[in-house]
């Protein structure tokens, strides 16, 4: 059991770049959730994809996309980045049976600068 | 719209004492109630969950109590360790909504030896 894995560590971005983060659930996991935490305040639910379909998506505009794979490991796009968009991006997997048992796991996430 | 408030931001207390964080939520169709441990430089990881039709919940130092009526609830830390420094996140979801996690804002907690 490998846990969830995230990559890279830390990325610096010129506004209105594009930018690619990904992420390798852990292993028997098919579920896969993406969190946006800025400094000093709690993640921000961005979308949640099942079986390689988007399955919820929170308050974040239509450049926020991802993808998700037959292995189950993900991809979160921004594109036309903005200051604001400098967080940490927070990669979380679970088995859909045990969502409502608490089951996600929480990857050590990308550090995301936009300057 | 901030669904789940969670107090105080941060908090201070010494080695062997009892930290407390509050969280307080809106939506009463929330059906699970977890709590995060965040270390600097890693994800949330889970510490503790309740769910509504339990009032209190405890495992080893760390224990939930819930108060559905007045939609609180809130972490005590007993007999606080050194190791325990660390930010707190309460959270909300519900099963209807795909599970998705609601946060709290965040209590950085700090125990002095």
């Known amino acids: 059991e490998t846990g969830v894995t995230q990559s890279p560590t830390h990325l610096i971005k010129t506004r209105g770049q594009q930018v690619t983060l990904r992420c390798s659930s852990q292993s028997g996991h098919n579920t896969v959730s993406w969190y946006q935490q800025a400094l000093g305040q709690g993640p921000q639910f961005i979308f949640q994809y099942y079986r390689e379909e988007e399955n919820g998506r929170g308050n974040f505009p239509p450049r926020f996309s991802g993808l998700q794979f037959p292995n189950y490991s993900s991809e979160l796009n921004v594109n036309a980045l903005e200051l604001d968009d400098s967080a940490l991006y927070l990669c979380a997997s679970s088995a859909l049976w045990s969502l409502t048992m608490g089951g996600y796991t929480f990857g050590s996430g990308t550090r995301l600068t936009v300057v | 719209q901030q669904q789940v408030k969670q107090s105080p931001q941060s908090l201070i207390v010494q080695k062997g004492g009892i930290s407390i964080i509050n969280c307080a939520y809106e939506?009463?169709?929330?059906?699970?109630f977890p709590w995060y441990q965040q270390f600097p430089g890693k994800g949330p990881a889970l510490l503790i969950a309740i769910r509504p039709d339990v009032s209190e919940k405890k495992e080893g130092r760390f224990t939930i109590s819930f108060n559905k009526s007045a939609k609180q609830f809130s972490l005590h830390i007993m007999d606080s360790q050194p190791g325990d420094s660390a930010t707190y996140f309460c959270a909300a979801s519900m099963e209807a909504a795909g599970n998705k996690l609601t946060f709290g804002g965040g209590t950085r907690v700090l125990v002095k030896p």
């Open positions: 939506n009463t169709a929330f059906d699970y």
